[in-house]
């Protein structure tokens, strides 16, 4: 049910630049709205929430009990603006309290990563045409030498390269790529994945095959990840028009070894269904 705080407005007048001691100041009037009992109703949180943050404004400290949910006070004082840190807040649980103060931290952090470091790579993947960006992190020492003859097979043509040593520390946490992977996606970006890949460097021996041929390997070290898309029209792109799938695909070589490629069935009974149907509306139409 209903929980009732009876509060002084000199009270909430300590703290003037939060929202409550906006909403009790000169123009108290312009921002609350009193029931017929002369009370204001708040909805935003829960009443044990609001208790503790009234600790603000009646001991200039929020004391959060070990069992209350962290990210709740942070939720709070966010919506109340009060100032969410060390000096405002002390908590029984002290590592949820770490972990908020972290999460905030890199909240800011990879908005700043995004703005300088990973946008521009993303704007030159978009002028090529592309819907789509792969982005390895990698550290400013890092030497990248790949045979000009024979690079390793990871797709470099789609792939792009960040160099930028904090922003390769900050990835390595799961916590921060939970954190940043949930910026990209109020950014509205989509497919959106982080994590931690081997990126080959440098060419580390060549191998001369037997019957042939050269097998070249790689250096490879151990660098995060980013990978999302912009793409709007993801299921028109991947949509196939059976009208005009041609019912024989298949090309084979005369001289090839290879046994032919299997066909496309299921396209060719829609076709085949579709004939029918047409075939049955014309002859419902004589």
């Known amino acids: 049910g209903n929980v009732r705080f009876l509060l002084y407005r000199a009270t909430l007048m300590v703290h003037p630049k939060t929202m409550l001691g906006g909403m009790f100041g000169k123009n108290m009037s312009r921002f609350t709205h009193e029931n017929e009992s002369g009370e204001i109703k708040l909805e935003s949180v829960s009443p044990e929430v609001f208790r503790a943050i009234l600790g603000y404004y009646t001991d200039n400290i929020i004391n959060v009990p070990f069992t209350m949910n962290m990210y709740e006070i942070k939720e709070a004082c966010d919506f109340f603006l009060i100032p969410f840190n060390a000096t405002t807040v002390t908590a029984k649980n002290l590592a949820s309290f770490m972990n908020e103060l972290s999460n905030d931290g890199a909240r800011k952090k990879f908005k700043k990563f995004l703005k300088e470091d990973i946008v521009s790579v993303m704007a030159e993947c978009a002028m090529k045409g592309e819907r789509e960006c792969h982005i390895v992190c990698l550290k400013e020492e890092d030497v990248v030498e790949w045979d000009p003859e024979y690079p390793p097979q990871i797709g470099e043509d789609q792939l792009s390269v960040v160099k930028n040593n904090e922003l390769a520390k900050f990835l390595r946490y799961m916590e921060n790529r939970e954190v940043a992977k949930a910026v990209l996606a109020d950014k509205g970006l989509i497919k959106i994945r982080l994590g931690i890949e081997g990126f080959p460097t440098m060419k580390e021996k060549v191998k001369v095959k037997a019957r042939g041929g050269i097998q070249v390997s790689y250096f490879y070290v151990q660098r995060p990840f980013i990978a999302m898309s912009w793409e709007k029209e993801e299921l028109r792109s991947r949509h196939v028009d ?45």
Do not use: K, W, Y
């Open 242 to 286: 059976f009208m005009n799938v041609p019912t024989c695909q298949v090309h084979q070589s005369e001289t090839s070894d290879e046994p032919p490629a299997p066909q496309n069935l299921n396209a060719v009974d829609e076709i085949e269904l579709v004939e029918q149907v047409r075939e049955g509306a014309q002859g419902g139409g004589q």
